[in-house]
């Protein structure tokens, strides 16, 4: 069987996959599942085009590491083929711990577990499957292989995740102040003292880099909408499952209903050998399932905000520069009381929270740029443009969502 294929890219047209290991991979129920679950969660609601899925994502990812990998070779770097496979096995697999509207789930049902964590659970039992076939890239993935960089190209502030990410989310949603040019990017990539930096002459691409990602945070994922819809899932979520933990029973397909009424901790993966596959069966599709199944349900919390998620009638938000007292929460209190909200029913139709955007972690992950000499100086140092200091600093913003118009059914 041939498996050395081709997929058409909307995004960079022919993606190669260029073993049998990516292809048994990409083959996989794991990977597969990807493919139901939309990259941007709800973006959808405030971008129509956002209808892209993991799936799209992980092959973009593994085709700009083979694209820089590529560069590193023709720079003189010695990189075996067997890392050279590892390394796009590795970014391939970096998303399969994602559940659906993976953070919003994450909050709610999956409490305390990242899905970092619960990708490494699912890539040591690919690799057990596949007879260790996995053991480098698994090193590459948590950061242990010797050759440092490679880590770097999976996870850090120049990774090819980001890369494809900031470039297909700009393509799907239409947003262009998105779009980064990751080919004149990868085409800069070295190799200085077992790390990944950029070269002097890549300077301008790098900070379009971090100026488009500042951009698209503010535009795209923490877009005031999207956070209201957020919000709004995250209520109903937590209260299926207060329903669910206290007997009731609720429309779940067999897998989500599972996680709905436990509470999971990362070791349980470990000692509950089909929980792995309870999880490989949530997708986006039973979470939808159910928000239109809650919505005749009896209780009019979790059937008024299901019936409101669904026909795009979401909560107001509000913006502040720090934390809102009391004074700025009461109006919307009253209001929601006027309406008929009882004061325990309060919590679910008024949210408050905060979001960050940290375009450079400067402290935590320096991107380096090798000057011309050959010295290596971190971006912020290297570049002339003083906006780039400015992109360390960590902006915050407060809000509060509420309910409006809300009235309760039933």
């Given amino acids: ?12 047209g022919f993606i190669s996959i260029s073993s049998d290991l990516l292809y048994d991979l990409v083959d996989h129920p794991y990977f597969q599942r990807l493919r139901r679950i939309k990259q941007l969660g709800l973006a959808d609601i405030v971008y129509p085009g956002a209808l892209h899925t993991r799936f799209h994502h992980a092959l973009g990812a593994m085709h700009l590491m083979s694209q820089a990998l590529k560069a590193l070779q023709e720079k003189g770097h010695m990189i075996w083929e067997p890392e050279l496979e590892a390394a796009q096995a590795a970014i391939l697999l970096h998303d399969l711990g994602h559940g659906p509207f993976s953070h919003v789930l994450e909050s709610v049902l999956l409490t305390g577990v990242a899905h970092e964590s619960i990708t490494l659970v699912m890539m040591k039992d690919l690799n057990r499957q596949m007879n260790g076939r996995l053991d480098i890239a698994i090193q590459m993935f948590e950061g242990t292989y010797p050759r440092r960089f490679f880590h770097q190209m999976i996870s850090s502030q120049l990774d090819m995740d980001r890369m494809d990410y900031l470039n297909r989310d700009s393509f799907y949603t239409g947003v262009i102040e998105g779009s980064i040019g990751a080919d004149r990017l990868i085409k800069m990539l070295d190799i200085s003292k077992d790390q990944l930096v950029v070269e002097e002459k890549g300077l301008l691409s790098i900070e379009n880099f971090l100026h488009a990602r500042r951009l698209m945070y503010w535009q795209v994922y923490l877009h ?3 956070l209201s819809a957020q919000a709004m ?29 436990n509470q999971y901790s990362i070791s349980d993966f ?23 199944g809650w919505k005749s349900h009896p209780d009019p919390v979790l059937s008024t905000l299901c019936e409101m998620l669904l026909d795009r009638n979401l909560f107001k938000i509000s913006f502040y520069d720090a934390p809102p007292e009391e004074e700025i929460l009461l109006p919307f209190r009253n209001q929601l009381l006027d309406n008929g909200i009882a004061e325990n029913q309060l919590t679910y139709f008024m949210v408050s929270g905060e979001t960050t955007n940290w375009a450079y972690a400067k402290e935590q992950d320096p991107i380096r740029v090798k000057m011309k000499n050959g010295g290596l100086l971190d971006i ?9 200091e400015a992109l360390t600093k960590i902006v915050r913003k407060y809000y509060v969502c509420w ?4 009235s309760l059914r039933g």
Avoid: C, H
């Avoid at 899932?233 to 599972?258: H, M, N, W, Y």
């Avoid at 309910?403 to 809300?406: A, D, F, M, S, T």
């Fill in 270 to 292: 470990d000692s509950q050998p089909d929980l792995l596959q309870a999880f490989n069966g949530l997708d986006d599709n039973d979470v939808w399932a159910s928000v239109k």
């Fill in 1 to 12: 069987m041939n498996k050395r294929k081709i997929i058409n890219d909307p995004v960079y």
């Fill in 224 to 226: 005031k909408t999207l």
């Fill in 233 to 261: 899932l995250t209520q109903i979520l937590r209260r299926a499952r207060e329903l669910s933990v206290a007997g009731e029973k609720l429309f779940a397909t067999p897998d989500f209903a599972r996680f709905l009424q």
């Fill in 403 to 406: 309910g409006k118009n809300v």
């Fill in 380 to 388: 912020a140092d290297a570049s002339d443009i003083p906006t780039i």
